[in-house]
């Protein structure tokens, strides 16, 4: 595909960019990677391109203030070819058709030079105040290019800005596979000729991690007609890009002693060192600047995960060390969504306004998980998963859980108190939620393949924890603990933050093992509907039903205040079963589904 190129009146004002087959481009002042910000006379959207057919459509737009010269005369809508260029103010637009071909196939140089960075940091520099005011473009060249694409476009630029005697430039990289790549170039003056680097000196940089520079000829008789790569070139150099953020770049510039003195016309690269310093100085500040890029990505990525702390503790390691799958004691909590299939139909015409909904339900599990330091393993639909205890030791991963899940459930619950009282409608409102907590041995970290991966956790609690939480709509009660996190949470929790009960010995459906569950309560002050009596009495109904003693049972939950819901799980299963315990009854009520 032709190449549209930008040339302003100063040198650096200038771009090269890839036409794309169908997909129209704004030009203008204020619009993304195709701006032309130094000419005051195109406007914020002037024209529109778009590559059609084997050419060019240049639009005006209504709100361009300037006209569009094509061919000497102003046009508003017209077609260019490869060679063909239009004017806006004092910028041309040409389409070039310039091809790039990386080659083996390019003389020995008559002369070669590789320069040791740190003998260069100590060579005092000429023409430094360009050099320095240059260079002092770069951090916002990388900070302000979204893509690495357009931060490539600015390179380039800012290449030819720097090294004066150059022609060419380009940002090349030498991939995994050994290939060897041009991610972009450009050159100061059109020739229509082909950019030819070398793939020998490209190799020969990137692998001796060293500048390298290769003279062809000079202003006096050349070596050989045909040692010219190609029209305008003498020499060439490639300074590598070192650092995993850029892992196999390198900048490669190439020019013409033409227009120099004659007696510096010789083939000696050391002509080329001032060149070959500001080279370096760039790929080092590139190379610095995008390990601070990619770690601020990767803490931006690893944040929808991890707590801050968790990531702060984390600073400094290798994440694939740090992230690997390994053994962990861990605490998990499954949260479900309640209500989702009944505002699913009432939604059917506007599933937009219930994703914004769940959205915002889900951000609400997310954000409580993250502040007691959890990490995010997982959605499914209206539900999430979070567990601590990985990747760094929690010795209180269990407290953590369930501050966080009592947080989840006051968080919904002010919001229904809320619209009740107000008489609007909470995104919040009508949604309830279950969630299971258990605690135990897994297999924590990140896992997946090179197109998509995740921090999870598996194992036998995982199961568990999802078990409890279905178990919450059997059993009425809006948080399940088991027996291992319950026992942490006594040990853990004060009694003016959380209160716990046993609930039931239980056999979930497919398991063989039974499970002592209990619940996680407000504390009295958060939920006064359940004294701490209350909690006491039906504490000794369950000693009694579990001892076989159901008549006892029955008395005691008899003084449970008749709104408690999670009461009516023993008397119901009491009075199918005729008050009298079954033959061999060990305690434990079988549930038939899951």
Not at 27 to 47: A, K
């Amino acid at each position: 595909m032709p190449d549209l190129i930008a040339l302003g009146s100063e040198p650096q004002h200038r771009w090269r960019r890839k036409v794309p087959i169908g997909t129209p481009q704004v030009i203008g002042r204020g619009v993304g990677p195709w701006c032309t910000p130094w000419d005051e006379r195109i406007s914020r959207r002037h024209v529109e391109v778009e590559w059609r057919e084997g050419r060019l459509h240049v639009t005006i737009l209504p709100e361009a203030r300037n006209p569009v010269f094509h061919r000497g005369r102003k046009s508003a809508d017209f077609e260019l070819k490869p060679g063909d260029h239009f004017v806006i103010g004092g910028t041309t637009f040409t389409l070039a058709d310039e091809r790039v071909n990386v080659s083996l196939d390019v003389p020995l140089p008559a002369n070669e030079r590789t320069f040791n960075a740190e003998e260069l940091r100590h060579q005092p520099y000429r023409q430094a105040d360009q050099r320095i005011e240059v260079l002092s473009r770069l951090p916002d060249i990388i900070s302000g290019s979204a893509t690495d694409s357009e931060m490539f476009v600015r390179l380039v630029n800012l290449l030819l800005s720097g090294v004066p005697r150059g022609t060419a430039a380009a940002i090349v990289v030498v991939e995994e596979s050994g290939s060897v790549k041009v991610l972009h170039w450009d050159r100061r003056i059109l020739s229509g000729t082909e950019f030819r680097p070398s793939e020998r000196l490209i190799r020969q940089a990137v692998t001796s991690g060293e500048s390298t520079a290769h003279v062809w000829g000079g202003n006096g008789p050349r070596v050989a007609e045909d040692v010219t790569i190609s029209e305008g070139v003498d020499w060439a150099f490639c300074t590598p890009v070192m650092g995993s953020a850029c892992k196999g770049w390198a900048l490669y510039v190439t020019g013409s002693f033409a227009g120099e003195n004659p007696q510096d016309a010789v083939t000696d690269p050391e002509i080329l060192r001032d060149d070959v310093k500001f080279t370096e100085l760039t790929a080092a500040t590139l190379a610095g600047l995008s390990e601070l890029r990619q770690l601020a990505r990767r803490q931006a990525g690893l944040g929808q995960f991890f707590s801050p702390p968790v990531l702060e503790a984390l600073a400094g390691q290798d994440p694939n060390v740090a992230l690997a799958p390994r053994e962990a004691d861990v605490s998990v909590l499954f949260c479900d969504l309640r209500g989702f299939s009944r505002h699913s139909e009432r939604h059917s015409g506007n599933l937009t306004v219930l994703l914004e909904r769940v959205s915002q339900a889900l951000g609400v599990m997310t954000q409580h998980i993250l502040a007691e330091g959890g990490v995010i393993g997982d959605f499914h639909g209206d539900s999430a998963m979070g567990f601590w205890g990985w990747p760094i030791p929690q010795p209180d991963a269990a407290a953590r859980a369930c501050r966080a899940a009592l947080a989840i459930r006051q968080e919904f619950a002010d919001a229904a108190t809320f619209a009740n009282a107000a008489a609007t409608q909470s995104a919040l409102a009508d949604f309830q939620v279950g969630i299971g907590i258990a605690s135990g041995r897994a297999v924590a970290g990140k896992i997946g393949t090179i197109d998509q991966v995740k921090v999870t956790v598996f194992g036998p609690v995982v199961n568990l924890a999802s078990r409890l939480e279905t178990m919450t709509k059997q059993i009425h009660a809006p948080i399940l603990l088991d027996e291992a996190t319950a026992t942490a949470a006594r040990q853990q929790l004060t009694k003016g933050s959380a209160r716990l009960r046993r609930v039931a010995k239980v056999k979930p459906a497919g398991l063989e093992t039974p499970a002592l569950v209990s619940e996680l309560v407000p504390s009295a002050s958060q939920w006064p509907q359940l004294s701490d009596e209350n909690l006491a009495v039906y504490e000794e109904a369950v000693e009694a039903f579990l001892a076989g003693d159901w008549t006892r049972a029955l008395k005691l939950l008899h003084r449970v205040p008749p709104d408690d819901l999670v009461k009516d799980f023993l008397t119901v299963f009491i009075a199918q079963h005729n008050r009298t315990p079954p033959a061999g009854w060990d305690g434990a009520i079988p549930l038939v589904s899951k």
